[in-house]
């Protein structure tokens, strides 16, 4: 059997066909596409259409290659999400999570309901991007307009399949889910003034079939398939495909941003919790992934464009290691780096202001960078320790970051853990299995696990 797993992150897409060959998950990539934001008169949105015809472009190709997919599921981001009127038709710009429209929403919140009663609720941390605010900053004329909400990828699900339904990892990233019942908190949305009507239906688990292809896209796409829902959001997929032995490992899912943390059968929604700021998401198993968001990869990609891409990511990592003599750092998990005119001038102006010499070059600059992450993820294991009351003994980095030898080093040294690096492709691989298990040709996850430390390269990088 042949599954497709789109998977679909802030920088970009891939189109990924899995299948087991003599006994290892075998991946072959279909179709390549690049995303981003783009500014709609004041506000940076996606381009959702552009993005569906990539989809479907991917979809073209698997089947001029003759590689017909017996299902296929796609994952994105969090957070964001696509309103629709009575009809099912988008209405409005679909948003991203760095617009900066929501300044203020958590303020104007807590006029009538606590953060604290808020994160007691929902266990997610304070995130000025977070689906609640966003909606609370939505023009109120569109609010009424609208009869339907989807996220992101339950909106590109609907697309291919005409059935709306908003699947539980996503819908777990918004703070409307309340932690303990799973379903939509109606206090939650009566204080922040949002219809409960847009939310009819409890969210579904991963796993969910949607049935088939519309007529319409089997024609477009040249073949018909199953769309099963994997863990939508693309960390429950990532986690997903840790390929941990044991409870004592720390997760990290590295991209874009990098989700550090672990599972958890209950939500930890304490003072303590909510103070560190982490947050309680949803997994594929029914679990909770306790973990914190820290600005990842998202400040090389931002200094890769402004730099005009002259160097290769795996570049970057080698000159990092040249410039390993600079010793200052800054805080990788503050919010002025989310969303910076100029990512080099703000990291230069965070040196500045406590005290530090700027970087010489761009060796410095890059070093500064992963040894800034490198002790940001120390830091924040040490407090994953306190909040659970469990000690780690090793580190498992799935995503594209876990290709970053240079990272990975630091990071054993700076955490005193052994790290264990891959597989790269980790939200795609969590996607496939989600399929795999849904069509009966994987048992459960635990298989599916095994079934991945069997078939990929795992690097280990021990502190030195």
């Given at each position: 059997m042949k599954h497709l797993a789109i998977d679909i992150g802030a920088s970009g897409g891939r189109h990924i066909i899995g299948e087991i060959k003599d006994g290892k998950l075998m991946l072959t990539e279909i179709y390549r596409f690049e995303n981003g934001m783009v500014p709609s008169g004041d506000q940076l949105c996606w381009d959702i259409d552009t993005l569906f015809a990539h989809i479907i472009s991917g979809m073209q190709e698997c089947a001029k290659q003759g590689i017909i997919p017996d299902s296929v599921g796609i994952d994105t981001w969090g957070v964001d999400y696509v309103l629709l009127d009575q009809d099912g038709q988008r209405i409005g710009p679909v948003v991203a999570y760095r617009d900066n429209r929501t300044d203020l929403m958590d303020q104007k919140l807590e006029e009538t309901f606590s953060f604290e009663a808020l994160y007691t609720r929902c266990g997610i941390a304070k995130q000025p991007f977070n689906t609640l605010y966003q909606l609370m900053a939505t023009d109120p004329a569109l609010l009424a307009q609208a009869k339907h909400f989807l996220f992101v990828p339950?909106?590109?699900?609907?697309?291919?399949?005409?059935?709306?339904?908003?699947?539980?990892?996503?819908?777990?990233?918004?703070?409307?889910?309340?932690?303990?019942?799973?379903?939509?908190?109606?206090?939650?949305?009566?204080?922040?003034?949002?219809?409960?009507?847009?939310?009819?239906?409890?969210?579904?688990?991963?796993?969910?079939?949607?049935?088939r292809l519309t007529p319409q896209i089997q024609a477009l796409v040249g073949f018909d398939c199953e769309v099963i829902l994997p863990a939508s959001h693309d960390t429950g997929s990532a986690y997903m495909a840790v390929p941990a032995k044991d409870e004592s490992a720390?997760?990290?899912?590295?991209?874009?941003?990098?989700?550090?943390?672990?599972?958890?059968?209950?939500?930890?929604?304490?003072?303590?919790?909510?103070?560190?700021?982490?947050?309680?998401?949803?997994?594929?198993?029914?679990?909770?992934?306790?973990?914190?968001?820290?600005?990842?990869?998202?400040?090389?990609?931002?200094?890769?464009?402004?730099?005009?891409?002259?160097?290769?990511?795996?570049?970057?990592?080698?000159?990092?290691?040249?410039?390993?003599?600079?010793?200052?750092?800054?805080?990788?998990?503050?919010?002025?780096?989310?969303?910076?005119?100029?990512?080099?001038?703000?990291?230069?102006?965070?040196?500045?202001?406590?005290?530090?010499?700027?970087?010489?070059?761009?060796?410095?600059?890059?070093?500064?960078?992963?040894?800034?992450?490198?002790?940001?993820?120390?830091?924040?294991?040490?407090?994953?320790?306190?909040?659970?009351?469990?000690?780690?003994?090793?580190?498992?980095?799935?995503?594209?970051?876990?290709?970053?030898?240079?990272?990975?080093?630091?990071?054993?040294?700076?955490?005193?853990?052994?790290?264990?690096?891959?597989?790269?492709?980790?939200?795609?691989?969590?996607?496939?299995?989600?399929?795999m298990i849904a069509q009966g040709e994987l048992k459960d996850l635990s298989a599916a696990r095994e079934l991945i430390r069997f078939s990929f390269d795992i690097k280990t990088f021990t502190p030195q």
């Open positions: 339950d909106y590109l699900h609907y697309l291919l399949t005409d059935q709306m339904e908003v699947e539980y990892t996503i819908a777990s990233t918004s703070a409307l889910l309340n932690a303990q019942t799973r379903d939509w908190d109606a206090d939650i949305l009566n204080a922040a003034g949002i219809p409960l009507s847009l939310f009819p239906k409890l969210p579904v688990p991963s796993g969910t079939s949607l049935g720390v997760y990290l899912s590295s991209g874009t941003w990098s989700l550090l943390g672990v599972e958890n059968d209950q939500p930890i929604t304490s003072t303590d919790s909510m103070d560190a700021n982490f947050t309680n998401e949803g997994s594929y198993n029914g679990t909770y992934r306790f973990l914190k968001n820290i600005m990842g990869l998202w400040m090389l990609q931002s200094i890769r464009k402004e730099q005009g891409k002259k160097y290769s990511y795996a570049q970057m990592a080698d000159l990092a290691l040249l410039g390993k003599g600079y010793p200052h750092t800054i805080n990788a998990t503050d919010d002025r780096f989310l969303s910076p005119s100029c990512m080099i001038d703000e990291i230069n102006l965070a040196l500045s202001e406590q005290g530090s010499p700027l970087p010489a070059n761009d060796e410095e600059l890059l070093a500064c960078i992963n040894h800034s992450l490198a002790i940001c993820y120390a830091g924040e294991i040490k407090k994953l320790e306190q909040l659970t009351g469990k000690t780690f003994t090793s580190l498992n980095i799935v995503g594209g970051g876990s290709q970053n030898l240079t990272l990975n080093q630091w990071t054993a040294d700076a955490t005193g853990l052994p790290v264990y690096a891959g597989p790269s492709e980790g939200t795609a691989l969590g996607n496939l299995i989600a399929q």
